[in-house]
């Protein structure tokens, strides 16, 4: 049976150490690190989700400011708000919550957020800093799964990672990360053909395709590294792209869904957060 890999409890490690260091600087400097979240529209999910974000970075001691806008909002008002953001001295970390509405340009939006503060690595500088080896923010589900693996010791070097997924929030920035840390790394995609047979190479298979219970056993290889970074409703429930029930009979580790890499990606945001502010104090 795998070792779960519990991003539940590393996240908890990560977000307490980051509270510590938080109550120690408001002891003395009366400042703490400010998060802004922007929301725009009503899409239940991204509800879900920057409620936790909300939550999570009140818990850890951190500043909070949630901006709800109606869907209907213009670019220009978003982008107005985004300016002030920027501005704000109480504000060291800007988060857009994605998807935006379909009439909103979401790379234009994305661009107007200061790199300086640009706590979820998507603005081109960013992500160009990243593959260029001098990384300032990146991305963090991509930074949360490469935590988890170093916290459980996994050997990355020489072994050979499948990512399932190529966008530029998971699957590019992640391959690019195990790349880094000398994986030899296949990406797959929508057009890969005998995904199955691709992904039975894998020592470390990673899955961030948003397709429920796709990777089965037969995906496989045994002993393998499993990390399932999907997150889909599922029969009124959040699951996974990995059949865990079964999968987990195979590999050596393996994330659960929920209590994997979502608590990760939540506790990445917070501690880039906190370096941003500790950047912007130096
Ligand atoms: P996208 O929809 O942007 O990307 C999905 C990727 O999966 C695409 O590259 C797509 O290929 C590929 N894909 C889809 N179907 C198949 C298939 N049948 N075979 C092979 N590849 C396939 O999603 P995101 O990257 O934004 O997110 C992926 C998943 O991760 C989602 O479930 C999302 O909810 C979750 N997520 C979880 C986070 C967390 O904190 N745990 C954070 C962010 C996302 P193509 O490019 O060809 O279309």
Redesign the pocket.
């Known amino acids: 049976m795998a070792t779960l890999l519990d991003g539940k409890k590393l996240s908890q490690k990560i977000c307490a150490a980051l509270k510590s260091k938080i109550a120690k600087i408001e002891r003395l400097k009366d400042k703490k690190p400010g998060l802004a979240v922007v929301l725009v529209g009503d899409h239940s999910?991204s509800q879900i989700y920057v409620a936790k974000k909300e939550k999570t970075a009140r818990e850890f001691g951190f500043y909070s400011e949630v901006h709800r806008l109606p869907a209907a909002s213009e670019e220009k008002e978003i982008l107005n708000l985004i300016k002030y953001l920027n501005e704000s001295p109480k504000i060291h970390g800007i988060l857009v919550q994605?998807p935006l509405p379909a009439h909103i340009q979401t790379q234009a939006i994305l661009n107007a957020v200061s790199p300086l503060k640009d706590v979820d690595g998507f603005h081109p500088l960013n992500l160009g800093r990243l593959f260029i080896g001098d990384p300032l923010f990146i991305p963090?589900?991509p930074q949360?799964v490469m935590e988890l693996l170093k916290e459980y010791r996994i050997e990355i070097s020489g072994k050979s990672a499948v990512v399932?997924?190529?966008?530029?929030?998971?699957?590019k920035p992640l391959a690019h990360l195990l790349l880094g840390q000398n994986a030899t790394v296949t990406i797959?995609?929508?057009?890969?053909k005998n995904?199955e047979e691709v992904c039975q190479t894998a020592d470390i298979l990673i899955s961030?395709?948003?397709?429920p219970h796709?990777i089965k056993n037969s995906f496989v290889k045994e002993g393998a590294v499993v990390v399932d970074?999907?997150?889909?409703r599922f029969h009124h429930k959040i699951v996974?792209?990995v059949d865990f029930e079964n999968v987990q009979k195979k590999a050596s580790f393996i994330t659960p869904?929920p209590g994997?890499?979502?608590p990760?990606?939540?506790a990445l945001l917070l501690q880039n957060t906190f370096k941003s502010f500790e950047r912007s104090a130096s």
């Not at 399932?164 to 699957?171: A, D, E, K, T």
């Not at 797959?188 to 890969?192: A, I, L, P, Q, V």
């Open positions: 999910a994605l963090c589900t949360g399932i997924g190529r966008s530029l929030i998971v699957g797959c995609h929508s057009k890969t995904l961030a395709m948003g397709k796709f970074v999907g997150i889909n996974g792209d869904v994997g890499v979502g990760m990606t939540i």
